[in-house]
């Protein structure tokens, strides 16, 4: 069950962010250049990305673990991978804090900084904080983020103090980051440039297990059909009391070229997987009528979800850049405010 923050946690940190304003880390770091501190095993390092110095909002992104690292690649790769900013907005997991609009922060949000004493005027000057979770939209902290946050802007503002010290010269563009590195009592530290983890987006193929359904698929004939396979993120945000946050549903998509018709969609709940949907979608249509000659998907990550799918049945899979039949449903859907 969600629990909030209360007023002295989010006091804390609205105090270290402030400090840290006053650093003005964008006015050294590109969005682009990382920052990790580390307390514990590699996997556990903490990533922070800078925004606003390329003009817009100033803010910070915190991206935790490798998990939090892969889905700040698949936005920075997004156009690499061909997916939509939606589409990788989707999938991100982090913490973040900006200096915005009023307009941009809910009423909850500026209910917590009248109640703090906290008063901003004029443009981009507005503090608020924000959580992003896979399936769902950008929804203020709990109570447990607010603690998770609150120790990570304050391992940050160490990490820019011993950044702006040192004088450090980091290769950013060559997949470095600036590191700082905690002993087990947190009484000591080392910092400095150091590799990122890795720089490329890691994506998984999805293996069948089931032997009986490995077979049915192998036996399949071929109906000759030419399919598109997508999946779509609409960018709406949807509430429903099951979820204590709002929902930013996902589409999966199968759309047959030759008729110009999509044959399916559904819209996913958060704690569904897309691309595992999707590929169900797909071998429920081998299963009724037969296996089709070729499959469209627009990036690599559907695609390692279909390869498996696709070597068994003999079809061939290609990767486009344009899917006309789904995008043109995709659209119309956008109109009803998905």
């Known amino acids: 069950m969600r629990k909030e923050a209360s007023l002295e946690q989010w006091k804390v940190l609205y105090e270290a962010a402030t400090r840290i304003e006053g650093l003005k880390?964008?006015?050294?770091?590109?969005?682009l250049d990382l920052i990790g501190v580390r307390n514990g095993s590699e996997d556990e390092t903490t990533f922070f990305c800078i925004h606003g110095r390329d003009g817009a909002r100033c803010g910070i992104s915190v991206y935790e673990g490798f998990t939090g690292l892969n889905s700040f690649l698949m936005l920075a790769l997004r156009q690499r991978l061909n997916v939509?900013?939606?589409?990788?907005?989707?999938?991100?997991?982090?913490?973040?804090?900006?200096?915005?609009?009023?307009?941009?922060?809910?009423?909850?949000?500026?209910?917590?900084?009248?109640?703090?004493?906290?008063?901003?005027?004029?443009?981009?000057?507005?503090?608020y904080f924000q959580s992003r979770k896979p399936g769902y939209s950008a929804y203020i902290l709990?109570?447990?983020?607010?603690?998770?946050?609150?120790?990570?802007?304050?391992?940050?503002?160490?990490?820019?103090?011993?950044?702006?010290e040192s004088g450090a010269e980091?290769?950013?563009?060559?997949?470095?980051?600036?590191?700082?590195?905690?002993?087990e009592d947190k009484k000591r530290w080392h910092y400095g440039e150091a590799p990122l983890p890795f720089t490329i987006y890691q994506y998984?193929?999805?293996?069948?297990?089931?032997?009986?359904?490995?077979?049915?698929?192998?036996?399949?004939?071929?109906?000759?059909?030419?399919?598109?396979?997508?999946?779509?993120?609409?960018?709406?945000?949807?509430?429903?009391?099951?979820?204590?946050?709002?929902?930013?549903?996902?589409l999966a998509l199968l759309g047959d070229v030759s008729s110009e018709a999509v044959l399916k969609f559904?819209?996913?709940?958060?704690?569904?997987?897309?691309?595992?949907?999707?590929?169900?979608?797909?071998?429920?249509?081998?299963?009724?009528?037969?296996?089709?000659?070729?499959?469209?998907?627009?990036?690599?990550?559907?695609?390692?979800?279909?390869?498996q799918i696709c070597n068994i049945c003999g079809i061939r899979l290609c990767r486009t850049t344009q899917l006309p039949v789904l995008e043109a449903f995709a659209q119309s859907m956008k109109r009803f405010d998905l």
């Open 204 to 250: 998984r193929n999805l293996l069948i297990q089931d032997e009986e359904l490995m077979a049915k698929l192998e036996k399949a004939s071929n109906c000759g059909a030419v399919l598109e396979a997508d999946i779509s993120i609409p960018g709406g945000s949807v509430t429903d009391r099951e979820y204590d946050r709002p929902m930013n549903p996902a």
């Open 25 to 31: 880390p964008w006015e050294k770091f590109w969005d």
């Open 170 to 183: 980091v290769s950013f563009e060559k997949g470095s980051m600036f590191l700082l590195t905690f002993e």
């Open 84 to 127: 939509t900013t939606e589409y990788a907005m989707f999938y991100q997991r982090n913490m973040s804090c900006y200096w915005g609009m009023r307009e941009d922060l809910t009423e909850r949000q500026r209910k917590v900084i009248k109640d703090l004493g906290y008063k901003y005027r004029g443009k981009n000057q507005w503090l």
């Open 142 to 164: 709990d109570e447990e983020e607010a603690l998770r946050m609150a120790d990570h802007l304050q391992d940050l503002e160490l990490a820019l103090r011993c950044y702006e």
């Open 266 to 307: 559904e819209m996913l709940k958060p704690e569904d997987n897309p691309t595992v949907r999707l590929a169900e979608m797909v071998v429920e249509f081998i299963l009724q009528n037969g296996a089709p000659k070729e499959i469209r998907v627009s990036n690599v990550i559907i695609e390692a979800g279909l390869e």
